[in-house]
């Protein structure tokens, strides 16, 4: 029908070019592409000539090349022969252990400074809004720098050590079960013996186990409905397994090893040098203030109704705080915890300033002995991407998992 | 009229902004007529590039651009003023001096380990006078030349006194400190593996935080070189507890190092040693270079302070520069007593020219 | 749970009342007094008395390196021009808030008195009197000007603060001759480096933010890339990219200087933190905003400009300032690369032969400087967060 009243669609066609939104966006989008394509590639092109031009092509190859210096503490062995590789492996390695424990330690830390700092008790409360104040008011690496310096350094010397448990053997070694001193902790550990393979391959076995019943617990939850510990019960299942195994196996899985006084080190045992001890605590004392202000928001935001509620129920005081109060504060606390514990990750780089040979203190090093600035910060960028996403992917499951699912 | 009023603001704040801090006019920035020249060549040929010589981008800017350390003791530091002040200070002065006759055409980059040949080879600074020890790969790897060594050192340990050690292999077992990204880390590693010694590596950024490791007893031993050993033993208030270990480890010549393939300007600073060398063999020092000046019969002499042959001219720089130099910084030992003999106590040791037992030879000025 | 009514040992002996309800209320609360009584014995003895027996001439001597580096000290006067403007407009933004002088402006004028009195050149002197002058001599003028008029002065000065503390501090020629950015150090660096950080992070971040929004998929995985590329590795690695990459990438002709390097690496940093904090603000935006200022017309740019982008910079403010803190705090990284900021100079202090055993003194001088400066922008944000009536702690 040709009259002017026609209900159908507008005809597309009749939208000019430059009016049409959709054209326009994809125009706008191409036009981006080309001018982020053409900037890298000048960027790149700046660089590989400027490298070319002092003699320098980006390779990857003097990884292999040994790196010739000692660092002064690896989970791995690594000597003056050790690739690059190796020596950054190391690194890597060394700023995992940290980061783990620390998230771990300054979590619990965050905790019990939140607890004081909701206490009744005055002095208590006010001696943790003096602490939390002053940490979250100065550079963490100030702080390093002054807790390494002020704190650490002054320990007493390896002669005036701090020692419990000595013992003379017979052939003329001294042995202890602990020590302290500005160097470093060593105390009495256990180590794989020669028989840890039989160990290990049960403890394999009750893991599988330990899934195997996380899996059938969960099956259950979606069947029943009613809420299992799907964490709580394989874990123990799988330590329990564990120590049965221990127990029954012939030869001893684990040995002693006994820290040994030198003539200027201790050695043996495990040791915690003062570097890593004082990175350690240093992040602890630094992101616990954060983590304590996380915590209190969360449970200070939680409505007064929700206890009045709790209480009117009959609930007692832990079960008030076990069923109502945490699982409704989780789901506020968990993104910005989210972020401190990246920042735990990528804040163990400041290693560097007090010794501690972290990756980026390897990476440094590397570059400096080997002048390849540009292929040392690509990998090590690219290693502490992966971490920071690996973190965040983590805690992103678990943020789904607790969210209150609303209507 | 607010939309333009507000629109002049925004558009004059972003001008000033740009204006103040504009990475055009902050560094060594070549002149019109080089820019030109490699652009023509670079567009047919891109592989070759012809650079300019640092000495016309240096003339042209009107100040030598130096990297030096800023907490060295004795060698290179900050005075309260924020001036700098050291041995490796007086040898950039004595730099300026030779290209544009004052002290002061210099700017300062303090530059830490890690940073000091990237800067160089960058093109960041023209020079780097920074207790850079020569060796083969960084003579040829890193893409650097070096002058014959201003500084004879060498790497060995510091220990506490009267405990027992005096030679290497009694460090078995022992902590010992390094400074990183040096070759004494190199070299340390190097020399403990070869002699089957074991012991616990400490590095640290800079020379302040050794130090408090090995006051405080962290460490049993610190591996430095021995003029940094003197500096360190000369700020402990006790130092007859401490004691230098004879034994040298390595050959630390330390040199001043410039781009490759910039032999003009290396030549003015390897000459510029050299002039300092001669008068400190000849005794030549700023009190009297007058004297001399007007009183010599050699004919070395005459072209040194630039009355014979004209030497400098032949470098680009004027014929007294050698002159001025030791008239208005001094000779080498007159720059090494002021900084390091006087208030480290540092001995020459090899520090001296060939006809007192050292090793500073003076090529010929003719 | 809070009784309002008071007891009547409340009312008769208030103090007593006090003490036993807050640290003696339960055996468990007084054992807990009792520890926190002895941490504070600890504390006080281990930590606090010996500071009085310290040596703290290394401050007074070099007092100069650290808060300005080594600016050359016949050009201070220019420090001071920039901290009078600054002070010019904090006694207006006083005003702007309230009718008489908030207690802060009088401590200041305390502090202000009290180091025009110390003995440091008359230049310094007279400058802390001048700045005490025009802090209340402005809050005058302010409380002759029309509300409008004001917030418009206001406005514009912080807005031109920066460009005009580096025309000064910087300056062209002339009667300001060029200080050179390798110059600045101390305190002086990192406030410059820190505030710049700040102030271009936010229209860096908003385009991030907006692209990140965007629905043009190459815009958005672009945006998306650079900012998780960004916030997942440590500034340190940005800074190292900075200095070592920077001066390669770009064309021969451009060599940055170190300043420019490390402020390029720390606002890309803050860029990336600031486009997650406006992405934040803008999800708050409700929706029915868009749908009413499409029903008036508006089309998505003009919606964006007028409607939404006010709403979310009001409440951006107490972030901005908040992100002020953590950019000073960030910004002593810059140390690592070699520049000397506060924690740079102080290594340098401690490197001349006479003071030597100084860096104690030094480090926890900077620490209270830092302490000092974060813990009052901290306060202020509280301040401007009750002012504007938003608040980033839920609401319920």
New interface residues.
Partial sequence: MEDGMSLTRPNKTNIPLWQDTHKRQILAQFIFAVLVIVIVSLLYGNII??LS????IPSFRFLRMDS?????ESIISV???SSNLRLIVSGFLNTISISFLAIIFSTILGLIIALCRLSTNYLINKLAVIYIEIIRNIPLLLLLLIWY?AFF??LP???EAIIFGKTLQEGGQTQLSFSLS??GISMAWLRPSDHFTPFLVCMAIAFVVAIALGIFLKHRENHTGKEQRIILFPFLLFIGLSLISYALLPNAALQKDIPVL????I?GGLHIT??WFSLFSGLILYTSAFIAEIFRAGIQGIPKGQIEAARSLGLSHMKTIRLVIIPQAKVVIIPPLTSQYLGVAKNTSLG????F?DLF?IT??I???S?R?LEMIILVMAIYLTLSLLTSLIMNLYNSRIQIKER | MKKRVTLA??L???L??C???G????????TTTS?AA?AVAAAPA?VV?E?TSTLQQVKDRGYIVVGVN?????FA???????YTGFEIDLAKALSVAVFGTPDKL?????????R??AL????IDVLIRTATINSSRDT???LDFTTPYFYDGQTFVVRDNIGINTMED?????IAVL??STT??N???I??SKQIEY??????????M???FI???V?AVSVDKSSAVVFL??FEDAGDFKGLEETISKEPLGIAV??GDSAWKDICQWTLFALFYGDEHAITSANVDEVLSTTTSPETKNVLGKGKEIGAMMGLSNDWAYQIIKQVGNYGEIFDRNLGI??KVTRGYNKPWNQGGLFYANPFN | MNNPFKTPMEVKHPLYYWIHKNLFSTVGNTLLTLFSCYLLYLLATKSLLPLFSWDWTVIQ??L??IL??????EQLWRVHLCLWYAAFFFGMTFRFSRKTPPRIMYLLGIVLIFFASCKFETLHRLSMLCILFLLFGSFFIASKLKKERLSLIII?GW??L???C??VI?G?GGPLP?V????W?GLLLSLLVSLTSIFLSLPIGLLLALGRRSKMKIVKSVCIFLIELIRGVPLITILFIG??IL??ALP?????????RA?SGVVLFHSAYMAEALRGGLQGISKTQYEAATSLNLSPQKTMIFIILPQVLKRMIPVLVNSFTSALKDTSLIS???M?DLIG?S???????KY?TG?AQVLFFEGSLYFVLCYSISKASVVLEKKLGVTTKIKK
Wanted: aromatic share 8%; hydrophobic share 35%.
């Fill in positions: 000539d400027s031009e002092i003699g320098m010739n210096i000692d660092i002064s000597d003056n022969t310096r350094l002054k010397g390896i002669k500005n160097r030198g003539k200027f080190n050695s003062a570097e560097v300033a007090i010794g040979p203190a440094g090093t570059i400096n002995q002048g600035a | 603001f925004v004059i704040s972003v000033v902004l204006l103040s801090c990475g055009k006019q902050e560094s060594p920035e070549p820019v490699p891109p590039k650079k800023a907490s060295n003791p004795g530091y900050l005075q309260e003023d924020g001036s700017e300062f980059r303090p530059l830490t380990s890690k940073e040949f990237i080879q960058s093109g960041e790897e890193l893409g460090l078995e077992g022992a902590s990183t990204g880390e190199t340390l590693a190097a403990m593996a616990r590596p400490l590095t640290f950024e800079n020379l302040d935080e130090k408090s490791a405080n007893d962290r049993d000369a700020q781009r490759h208030p480290m | 001597a070099n100069k390196l300005t580096g080594s600016y050359p000290n514009f807005i031109l920066l460009p005009f580096f025309g910087r062209f060029i050179k950015t390798n110059l150090g200095y070592l001066p390669m021969k002709g451009w060599a940055p200087s170190v300043f420019i402020l690592i690369i070699g000397l100079i290594t340098s202090i401690v490197s001349n032969p030597l860096s």
